[in-house]
């Protein structure tokens, strides 16, 4: 990744431009962490970098971003800017074009995101993001105050980089977040969610919810029970979504949403219960084992174990049972069908079809179903 993105510099340098890899990657690749998203910071506007990449798009004219696939690999491209005006603490409305790289590395949010990295591999360091990273904190570019009323998601994106890192938060910046902490009321609960995701699926989690909790932000976030995730040695996204309280704001994927009311059922039965297993599945008994302290190992080879693992598999069709009771379709056959999944789960009936042909024959057969 490295090497296409300095190729990608030596092209813009072949058309008289300067550019830098800039952000995160540099951040993390100082760290000794793999990354693949990088962002690239040039002095060329949208309009030239269109003539030089003519299969680029642009995603936000405006804004002075796009997007080119260069050598197989995707990169965002941003035009040096100043941003001029801000608009509901969160999106600039006017950006001005400017070419001093240090200028634009003013506008962004923290110190260890503003390390660049130059045509020849070198580090770019204006703002003194290396000693920060050294000293493993967070501090804004600038002041902490003016950087959160400007955009209010940089609250939670502090959080986060503290989280994800194992970084402190500077003293500026706690204070800062503890007095605009409001602001996160207007932010959109999409955005809210991205960032907590990112926040609840890292493995030091549990020191971004003490963050969340000790700087206050739960309440501003409409979130409760965060303490009680504490008490979780290494729980699933989901799992944590599943013990919290939250506003139906939120937005959640279909396949999230079902997955976490069925854990929440889940958590006062017994997971290791044939039925329960075969009605909700591996994933979210283990969610729900997770949260009450189980051993997963045992939930997984129990549900293994599982005689069978869906109606699917039992071994009679429709139509044989039919034939056997001299019967049409009708209901009679979700209740032959429900009894004879509970009766082999329980392995009080084997999985063959001529012990389920006895059985609903001597059940059955005498017009105890209607």
Known sequence: MLEVALKLLKEFANHSYKAYIVGGFVRDHLLGIE?????????????????????????????GSVTIIFSGVR????????EITYVFNRKPIEIQYISDLKEDLLRRDFTI???????????????????????RIIRTVGNSDEKFFEDSLRILRAVRFATILDFSLC???????????HLLKGLSYYRKKMELDKIFTSPNYKNGIKLLIELGLDKELEISNLEKVLDSD?????????????????????????????????????????????????????VAGEIKKQDIRIITETYNNLPIKGRNEIQITTQKIMNLLR????????????????????RRLDNNEDAISTYIVSKFGKGDVL
């Open 327 to 346: 019967r049409k379709p009708g209901k009679y056959l979700t209740d032959i069908y429900d009894e004879i999944e509970r009766e082999i789960l329980y």
């Open 75 to 82: 990169f965002e491209i941003t035009t040096f800017r100043k």
């Open 35 to 63: 990354s693949n998203d990088i962002d690239i910071a040039t002095d060329a506007t949208p309009k030239e970098i269109k003539e030089i990449f003519a299969d680029s798009c642009l995603p936000n004219e405006d804004y």
């Open 171 to 181: 003293d500026e910046v706690r204070e800062a977040i503890i007095k605009n902490k």
């Open 234 to 286: 290494t729980i699933s996204l989901i799992g944590i979504w599943s013990m919290l309280e939250y506003p139906d704001k939120y937005p959640f994927q279909k396949n999230e949403t079902e997955l976490i009311s069925n854990v929440r059922r889940t958590i006062p039965l017994n997971n290791l219960d044939p039925m329960t297993l075969y009605r909700y599945g591996l994933y979210v008994n283990s």
């Open 113 to 135: 995101n503003t390390i660049c990295m130059d045509i020849n591999g070198k580090i770019v360091d204006y703002l003194n993001g290396q000693e920060d990273l050294d000293k």
